[in-house]
């Protein structure tokens, strides 16, 4: 590699609550005056992608997702449910089962009216086109848009629509985006991402379809790191963060443990980027 | 890094010790071309000492198998590390080229 000044990405993943582990890597960087060049964020990674490239510290992007991932995340979601299953809801492509009025709050908190332009490190949030299953970079514009398009979890929140396309949470087509990084030129790609968890209980057609789910993503998430690996020409520092327990999408009280594993994950790793890094 | 190497019934062992990055990862490779082209064909990548890989490791040993095979050949790796597994793993590295617990079994595979 050259002596020139390495542009460093952080990409971080899809993955809800367990994204709160980029705190724990931010606040690393931070303390090691570790520049970043470019964030990119897909779904849940989307939120603390917009925190990170704005600048705030990380004590504030902590207050605010202990404000996003509580219950009223989800309101109207049994209700729905049982009317879609008695056929009293009618669901088509730009249906949801949540009533998503707490998220768009939520996320308008976060981004406010800010536009892309506007923040202090570029940031790319990646979505999913609904009709083509295609992933969909979004950098331009105002956030809350992107964000609420990357977060749009398939069946939960309804779709949302930019510039005439409908899109879908980006963990559908691209759940760890260290392509667009790469793409971006990228020559140190800080990649922090999550897998699901396996269930070994199945009482419900709901638990088998959910492990059918972490199956198929896990296994997009291998194969597309294996893929950027190979093509990427310089270093990868994956950081996966590794809990103690599952960790589903309410567990705010486990927020600390989330945000003290994404920081050692990061500090395993910070000898070799800093080596790297020169 | 630390590479050195011993013929076992013609196979080389390949014992790599210390951290491998972009930055030692030339080494490696340097040293592993010359093998090849002194005509062995078949390898072990001992990694008992090797304490860390990060991805442009992965690049390399994937270089080594793909050579290798084209040789007519193979690369095995053995003795892998928990740290490296890690990564072996989430690169899906250990669905190209087959892993051993120990050198002994890695040479053993070649004739079986």
């Not at chain 1, 669901?91 to 939520?106: A, I, M, T």
């Not at chain 2, 890989?53 to 095979?69: C, E, K, Q, T």
């Amino acid at each position: 590699m050259s002596n020139l000044k390495k542009r460093v990405a952080l990409v971080i993943g899809s993955g809800a609550i367990k994204c709160a582990a980029s705190i724990g890597m931010f606040q690393v960087l931070k303390e090691e005056n570790i520049e970043i060049d470019l964030v990119v964020g897909c779904s849940g990674g989307a939120i603390y992608g917009v925190g990170i490239a704005a600048g705030m510290d990380p004590h504030e992007i902590k207050e605010l997702s202990d404000s996003t991932w509580t219950k009223d995340l989800m309101q109207g979601y049994m209700v729905n449910l049982k009317a879609s299953k008695d056929g009293t809801l009618k669901f088509n492509e730009r249906s949801g089962l949540v009533d998503d009025s707490f998220l768009n709050e939520k996320l308008k908190s976060i981004a406010g009216e800010k536009l892309f332009s506007e923040l202090r490190t570029p940031l790319i949030v990646v979505a999913t086109d609904m009709m083509n299953g295609e992933p969909v970079e979004l950098s331009e514009g105002d956030i809350f848009n992107s964000v609420r398009a990357s977060l749009a979890i398939p069946m939960i929140f309804p779709p949302w629509e930019i510039d005439g396309t409908l899109l879908i949470d980006g963990a559908a087509s691209n759940p760890l985006p260290i392509d667009v990084a790469i793409q971006h030129g990228a020559d140190i790609v800080l990649a922090m991402g999550f897998t699901l968890d396996y269930r070994n209980k199945f009482r419900s057609i709901t638990a088998v379809q959910e492990q059918m789910t972490s199956i198929y993503m896990n296994n997009i998430f291998k194969n597309s790191y294996a893929f950027n690996n190979l093509a990427h020409h310089s270093e990868i520092f994956p950081i996966i963060p590794e809990f103690d327990s599952m960790i589903s999408m309410f567990d705010i009280h486990k927020m600390p443990h989330i945000i003290e594993k994404g920081k050692e994950a990061t500090l395993e790793q910070l000898p070799h980027i800093k080596r790297l890094l020169g | 890094m630390d590479i050195k190497i011993n013929y076992v019934e013609g196979i080389g062992v390949i014992s790599i010790g210390g951290e491998l990055d972009a930055q030692s990862s030339p080494e490696l490779t340097q040293f592993f071309d010359k093998q090849v082209a002194e005509s062995t064909q078949n390898f072990v990548a001992d990694l008992q000492s090797l304490a860390y890989s990060s991805s442009a490791g992965i690049r390399i040993f994937l270089g080594m198998a793909r050579d290798s095979r084209r040789n007519g050949g193979d690369l095995r790796i053995a003795a892998v590390q928990p740290q490296v597994d890690k990564i072996f793993k989430l690169s899906k590295f250990d669905r190209i080229v087959k892993i051993f617990p120990t050198v002994a079994e890695a040479i053993n595979s070649f004739s079986s």
